[in-house]
């Protein structure tokens, strides 16, 4: 059972250091060019948007499972 656990672990663990990184590229794009078209920016604010939101659901759920609840919440 511990093996499953640490399975689950380091793949959110993986999945919240990929977002973070797709986070900072998005950032770092948005701040490089310095008058995007407004299409453009609405996407990039978009994608950012849905990113920081999924890295929010992952942060929860590691939390939740560092409590020791062990069951994931159902969607």
């Known amino acids: 059972m511990t093996d499953i656990t640490r399975e689950k672990y380091q793949r959110l663990m993986g999945r919240i250091q990929t977002l973070e990184e797709m986070i900072e590229e998005l950032q770092g794009r948005s701040a490089g060019d310095p008058a995007p078209d407004p299409p453009a920016a609405e996407d990039l604010a978009r994608e950012l948007k849905d990113l920081t939101e999924q890295l929010a659901q992952a942060r929860s759920e590691l939390a939740r499972l560092s409590d020791g ?7």
């Open 69 to 75: 609840c062990g069951k994931p919440h159902a969607h």
